[in-house]
């Protein structure tokens, strides 16, 4: 079993910066996909950016694309999202999510693990 644990949200004004950080314990941390996914109010949980387990390959979601980078820190057990330019529609809860020997990209109900989930609100 696998926890996963987010840390590192807030509130900062448009065009701030945010670094979120996920720790995870319980398994290989080398052998999971990543992801981050995030949630506004009354909308979908949506992909926001993705690493692979193999070859440290990373995916983002159009609308974070050059503002946002995912990377991972395996001796540290830990995946990091900085996040640049912040916009207010990038207001939500941010969630991880591993997936065991997956892409870094995968569709929201296959993940194996998510954790908790932590709030970003960006002020106009």
């Known amino acids: 079993q696998v926890q996963l644990v987010e840390s590192g949200g807030g509130l900062v004004q448009a065009g701030g910066s945010l670094r979120l950080s996920c720790a995870a314990s319980?398994?290989?941390?080398?052998?999971?996909?990543l992801a981050w996914f995030r949630q506004a109010p009354r909308k979908e949980r949506e992909f926001v950016a993705g690493?692979?387990?193999?070859?440290?390959?990373?995916y983002y979601a159009d609308s974070v694309k050059g503002r946002f980078t995912i990377s991972r820190e395996n001796a540290k057990n830990t995946v990091y999202l900085q996040m640049n330019s912040l916009k207010p529609e990038d207001t939500a809860v941010y969630f991880c999510?591993?997936?065991?020997?997956?892409?870094?990209?995968?569709?929201?109900?296959?993940?194996?693990?998510w954790g908790q989930g932590t709030q970003v609100t960006v002020s106009s």
């Open positions: 690493i692979n387990w193999s070859d440290d390959r990373t």
């Open positions: 999510a591993a997936k065991k020997y997956g892409l870094g990209k995968n569709p929201v109900y296959d993940y194996d693990y």
């Open positions: 319980g398994g290989t941390f080398r052998q999971y996909a």
